[in-house]
């Protein structure tokens, strides 16, 4: 999804629309302020390209740098897995319904998450928490796959909601697919 973000940023550059970047990560906030020149490009992407997934999602504490920017009407495109703890998340997606941002919500999940199929494994790690958990393919298979089809559509109807675009993307999804369908669905919402 690196390369989606990096598509959908030259396209809004191409435009001269202003692009910026925030990564909640490992319970810190990057912040790229949002610029229209040609070598902010460049430095987004290597920002972009050096980012590595990690740990806890970042307190709200830390969101000050997102909300004393510019207070105009953004379009802001979030990229997540949608796991949550408190629903810190959801909540900072309502701080940013509330100021009346348009956002484009793409969440990403690994097609082995999607049919439950961790073959050979005995347990899986939570990369944010460290939390190892055991699993029986035959007796948590059908449970598995309950749940997780109740988490996406908890959190599908939450965007729908909000008037949020949400598009469930699985990591192995070719990225021009899931940018015509961005674009294809932008171009509705603005029709």
Do not use: W
């Amino acid at each position: 999804m690196t390369l989606c973000a990096a598509c959908l940023a030259y396209l809004a550059n191409s435009q001269g629309d202003s692009i910026g970047l925030y990564v909640f990560r490992d319970g810190d906030l990057f912040s790229l302020p949002c610029r229209k020149d040609h070598q902010h490009l460049s430095r987004f992407f290597y920002q972009l390209e050096n980012i590595k997934p990690a740990g806890r999602f970042t307190e709200p504490i830390n969101y000050k740098d997102i909300f004393a920017g510019t207070h105009k009407r953004e379009l802001l495109i979030f990229i997540t897995d949608f796991y949550e703890v408190n629903k810190e998340i959801s909540g900072l997606l309502n701080s940013f319904v509330a100021l009346r941002h348009e956002i484009m919500l793409f969440h990403l999940m690994g097609q082995n998450e999607m049919e439950f199929n961790f073959k050979g494994y005995q347990a899986v790690e939570d990369l944010e928490t460290g939390q190892v958990v055991a699993i029986n393919h035959q007796a948590d298979g059908e449970l598995y796959k309950q749940k997780l089809q109740a988490f996406i559509e908890e959190k599908r109807v939450f965007s729908l909601n909000k008037n949020i675009y949400y598009r469930l993307t699985s990591l192995n999804e070719p990225v021009d697919k899931a940018l015509r369908d961005f674009i294809n669905q932008r171009n509705k919402l603005k029709a």
